[in-house]
């Protein structure tokens, strides 16, 4: 029963439209993609793409790769523990950061949940609080917080604990209400107050979603305030952009791979943490 | 249970206020270790990170003082933030205003690169990571070898920060946006591929079955069978992406890979400090612009996919 060549032509001159877009949607998906080609095209002019450039850079960038075999080690004790110091603050500015951060964004929260604060124009002015911090990008605060404590991981601590205020408030607000009601009923029809339905009919539902946030958000603090050491705030980031700046493509590599080799004892540490407490929870269910 | 036989029975309820004691006992014990570790981890890193380093202060009298380094540093923060502030007066808000912007020719260029650095590293990105997520994806890799060689090249490409990338791209192709488009786009290859390789592994694989049987090749199988499955999502995704592409554009200026954020640079080094507050409110309405317009598309989109087929 194949269908001869024929049988076909003649099916697509009965019905065209089953075949082919209807003429409104073929304009507009060929004017979408003039458009996002004109588009790229004119960035391509405006930001010098040209292909001398380019095969000028791929070789400067064939060079750098160059240095990345056999991969650099420093070769006395005080070098490496330079090195590790500065891992280590890396990590540190990510957890610090993070704690303060979840201190002060933990009682925050509770503000721009619907189910707990019935007050409108306090909801909405506590989130919009949320939005505003979160525009803050990392590294403009830890610009601003170099200038007052100096150079050093204390400015980038402190700017991932202001713009983590703003990703807390909103993520664990959104977990607050996202809760089933049952459990505070439950507490309210057993006589609990108010304070009672919300540590006992809440917390519990929240607390797993609210532990697997925060690890979530240690990860990827962790990778942020490596680029906060670029602009000066310590870690293992200024090492690197001091080792750019100077050339050493060699070490330069060597720290990347040490940073993607913490980056991956990071998550599998807090993959251990998260199954391993809220595996027990769910267990308990 | 064979133990508990030989002595008498316990009631019920006893055995349960054993346990509960026991659990409650071990619980207690397992909080305990876990606070421990987190406050000696608390400490270390607080010492590490020059919470208790003391600083030289200068009083208003001239005299030098030592202080810790918070306390020393709050006023200097709130100084900071105060001059940053523009000198705004009502009856005189045109010329306040035209003077807090001085420079928005420039600004207004630069936040046009700005947007369309961020473009052109979307799709950049949306390509590289499209074409690598389908041998990065367990379920379509082609063989074992391909499937680890563009994972490990994905982790990189995303593990790595785009402002180091810039970093490396800026000396190779010169200052300039270009370095910034590659930079971005390396990373966002990285983290879009990683993301639409999940969405890949997730796809009905029934389709593909259907094309192989049919007499496809693997590029047949892809494009008749697994792409049309994964579109919508990618198409979500891509949006979310070119909002935090934005962000980081906007910042990738400060080692020199074009858009505002080596005017960033420059008001701090030249101490212009009312210019780094209208910059950042530049910034902001353009981010909250660009977020509102890419929700209300990505809903459309959404609503498109429920819809009746256009």
């Not at chain 1, 073929?26 to 380019?54: M, T, V």
């Not at chain 2, 600083?55 to 810790?68: A, L, P």
């Not at chain 2, 592994?201 to 697994?226: C, H, S």
Request: hydrophobic share 50%; proline share 4%; with cysteine.
């Amino acid at each position: 029963m194949t269908p001869t060549n024929a049988q076909i032509k003649d099916w697509m001159e009965k019905q065209p439209l089953a075949f082919r877009d209807t003429p409104a949607v073929r304009a507009r998906k060929i004017g979408l993609w003039a458009l996002f080609i004109g588009l790229f095209a004119w960035c391509l002019y405006d930001f010098n793409f040209s292909p001398e450039r380019i095969w000028v850079g791929l070789q400067r960038l064939g060079t750098v790769i160059s240095f990345m075999f056999p991969p650099y080690l420093w070769e006395t004790w005080p070098e490496w523990l330079e090195v590790f110091t500065a891992l280590g603050e890396t990590v540190a500015m990510a957890f610090l950061g993070t704690v303060l951060g979840l201190i002060i964004a933990f009682p925050v929260s509770f503000l721009g949940a619907k189910n707990i604060n019935r007050i409108f124009w306090l909801r909405h002015s506590a989130r919009r609080g949320y939005d505003i911090i979160r525009a803050f990008e990392t590294l403009i605060l830890a610009l601003i917080f170099i200038r007052a404590f100096g150079l050093g991981p204390l400015a980038g601590i402190l700017a991932i604990a202001v713009s983590e205020i703003g990703t807390f408030g909103k993520l664990f607000s959104e977990a607050l209400e996202n809760t089933s009601k049952r459990p505070v009923e439950g507490v309210v029809a057993s006589g609990g107050s108010r304070f009672q339905s919300i540590l006992y009919g809440i917390m519990p539902q929240v607390l797993p979603v609210h532990l697997s946030i925060i690890l979530y958000n240690f990860e990827s603090n962790v990778r942020s305030s490596t680029i906060l050491g670029i602009v000066g705030a310590g870690g293992i980031g200024f090492m690197l952009s001091d080792r750019i700046a100077g050339l050493f493509w060699d070490q330069v590599w060597t720290i990347i791979l040490l940073i993607i080799a913490m980056v991956y004892i990071v998550d599998y540490l807090s993959g251990l943490i998260r199954t391993r407490v809220i595996g027990k929870w769910e267990g308990a269910h | 249970m064979t133990a508990a036989a030989d002595v008498t029975p316990l009631r019920p309820i006893d055995q349960f206020e054993v346990d509960y004691a026991f659990h409650k006992r071990r619980a207690k014990l397992g909080w305990l270790i876990a606070s421990v570790l987190f406050f000696a981890f608390f400490a270390f890193s607080a010492w590490l990170g020059d919470f208790f380093k003391v600083t030289q202060v200068t009083n208003v009298d001239g005299s030098r003082e030592w202080r810790w380094i918070i306390p020393a540093g709050l006023p200097r923060l709130g100084e900071f933030i105060e001059k940053t502030l523009p000198d705004l007066h009502w009856d005189s808000l045109g010329s306040d205003l035209a003077e807090w912007f001085w420079r928005w020719k420039v600004w207004l260029n630069l936040l046009i690169e700005t947007v369309l650095i961020a473009f052109m590293a979307t799709a950049l990105g949306v390509f590289g990571g499209f074409v690598m997520s389908f041998p990065a994806s367990r379920n379509l890799a082609p063989n074992k070898w391909v499937l680890w060689f563009s994972r490990r090249y994905l982790e990189i490409a995303r593990t790595v920060p785009e402002l180091v990338w810039a970093l490396i791209f800026v000396f190779c192709f010169s200052v300039g946006p270009m370095a910034g488009v590659l930079a971005i786009g390396l990373h966002t290859a990285g983290a879009l591929g990683k993301l639409y390789s999940e969405v890949n592994e997730n796809i009905d694989m029934r389709p593909l079955e259907g094309v192989k049987a049919a007499g496809g090749t693997w590029f047949d199988q892809i494009r008749y069978g697994a792409v049309p499955q994964v579109l919508p999502n990618i198409i979500s995704y891509t949006l979310l992406r070119f909002e935090i592409n934005v962000r980081a554009s906007s910042i990738i200026g400060y080692v020199g890979a074009g858009g505002l954020g080596q005017e960033f640079r420059e008001a701090l080094s030249l101490q212009e400090y009312t210019d780094l507050s209208a910059l950042f409110l530049i910034i902001f309405v353009t981010v909250m612009v660009i977020d509102y317009g890419s929700e209300k598309l990505r809903h459309r989109i959404i609503g498109l996919e429920r819809g009746p087929a256009t």
